[in-house]
């Protein structure tokens, strides 16, 4: 079992390489690589954005009814990459991927710009739509919603928080510098 100081200073320097990529001008710096697998072990990957990250984890939004919030009620064990090619620096993130409570997800959806709130509602995010007009329709039709005031966190839309129990940092020239279990962390919260 690793000492518990691996957790604050892995957390630290998380926070550390996400200020230096903000900083650096990289398009989407919070952005990651989202693995995920059914419980009969098959895997699928996908790009989505970190939105908020401290000691609890590090959390991202979703429609629940897609294939990556599927899977994560199958099987919530997941993995996260960030990788900052400008910087010469990946971070590895391995844990178990939780919902987050309805009053923050209401929080954050609330704090959205009114046009991602208008996406929320109108995409059908793993499913194709017929065509483009039927989107366009979606979209008007929850725009005229929003404009009365209407528009409040979809069911169908909220958020995971991936509770860490292995953070991986690495630049390309010192490969891997830096490893943490966290298995306190785990421990305390199973
Ligand atoms: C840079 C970038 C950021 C994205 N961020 C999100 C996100 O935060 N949440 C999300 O649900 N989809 C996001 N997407 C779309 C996903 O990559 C994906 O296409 C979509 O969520 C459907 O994934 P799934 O069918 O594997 O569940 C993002 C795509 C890109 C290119």
Redesign the pocket.
Known sequence: MQAAGNITVALALFHQWLTDAEHAGIV?PS?MVLATATKTKSP?V????L?QFDDRGFT????LS????SEIVENPYVALLFSWPELDRKVHVAGRAEPVDASEADAYFASRPLLSRIGAWASR??RPLPNRFVLLWRIAQFATKAASGQLTRPIFWSGFRVVPNEIRFQNNRDLQIFSSPLAVMEAQQE
């Open positions: 989407e952005a699928s996908r790009m989505v954005l939105k991202f939004y979703t429609n897609s294939r990556k919030a995010q793993s």
